[in-house]
Nanobody, 122 residues
Framework: VQLQASGGGLVQAGGSLRLSCAAS???????AGWFRQAPGKEREFVARISQRGGLTYYKDAVKGRFTISRDNAKNTVYLQMNNLLPEDTAVYYC?????????????????WGRGTQVTVSS
């Protein structure tokens, strides 16, 4: 599966952005997720969603602010980010894995999209 992320940008603290990740191939057979990487830091898990969208899981720091969703008819996964904080600044990557529970370690992810920059100013 091939992935292409978009929707990043510059926003003030407290603002919102929605990231999109368009996929090709049999996207509905893959769990999907988002990771992020800040300068000088390792790539970290942010959120994941199961193949049909019935299960979601979030990094504690984004719970209540970020929402992951997917539209399999459009082969797209979304990350709605509200109440953004400066510490959310990073390059965001979408990811796919055929095993929902294994979509948490960056080293185990088989499919990546190109990143999209999110910058939150204070």
């Amino acid at each position: 599966v091939q992935l292409q992320a978009s929707g990043g940008g510059l926003v003030q603290a407290g603002g919102s952005l929605r990231l999109s990740c368009a996929a090709s191939g049999t996207f509905s057979t893959y769990a999907a997720g988002w990771f992020r990487q800040a300068p000088g830091k390792e790539r970290e898990f942010v959120a994941r969603i199961s193949q049909r969208g019935g299960l979601t899981y979030y990094k504690d720091a984004v719970k209540g602010r970020f929402t992951i969703s997917r539209d399999n008819a459009k082969n797209t996964v979304y990350l709605q980010m509200n109440n953004l904080l400066p510490e959310d600044t990073a390059v965001y990557y979408c990811a796919a894995h055929d095993d929902y529970n294994n979509l948490i370690l960056a080293s185990a992810v088989p499919f990546w999209g190109r990143g999209t920059q999110v910058t939150v100013s204070s």
